[in-house]
């Protein structure tokens, strides 16, 4: 198996931000967060830096484990969350 290239966007780029910003607003590791979502503290990683595209499953997950709404992961096109006038935090 080759090394995968994954293809960072504008909006995974975001959601990886508001990942990583909600993570160090609970003092959260990437294994940490990773254990409470039961996902790969690598795959943490890569979510945060951009580089994968994310399921549903996964926002909820997340979304869980950093006692949130699924919604407050989710970038607005302009690369803020959903809701936030001028795309703010």
């Known amino acids: 198996m080759g090394i995968r290239i994954y293809k960072k966007t504008p909006l995974r780029i975001a959601f ?3 990942v990583r910003s ?3 607003d609970l003092h959260l590791t990437q294994e940490s967060l ?3 979502a039961d996902l790969n503290a690598n795959y943490v ?3 945060e830096r951009g580089e994968r595209n ?5 926002i909820f ?4 484990a950093l006692r949130t709404h699924p919604k ?5 096109q302009t690369g803020g969350k959903i809701g936030m006038p001028g795309g703010g935090k």
Request: glycine share 12%; no cysteine; net charge negative.
């Open 22 to 24: 909600k993570r160090e």
């Open 61 to 64: 997950k997340l979304a869980e």
């Open 54 to 58: 994310v399921g549903i499953e996964v």
């Open 72 to 76: 407050n992961l989710l970038p607005d």
């Open 45 to 47: 990683g890569s979510l």
């Open 34 to 36: 990773a254990e409470r």
């Open 16 to 18: 990886g931000n508001i």
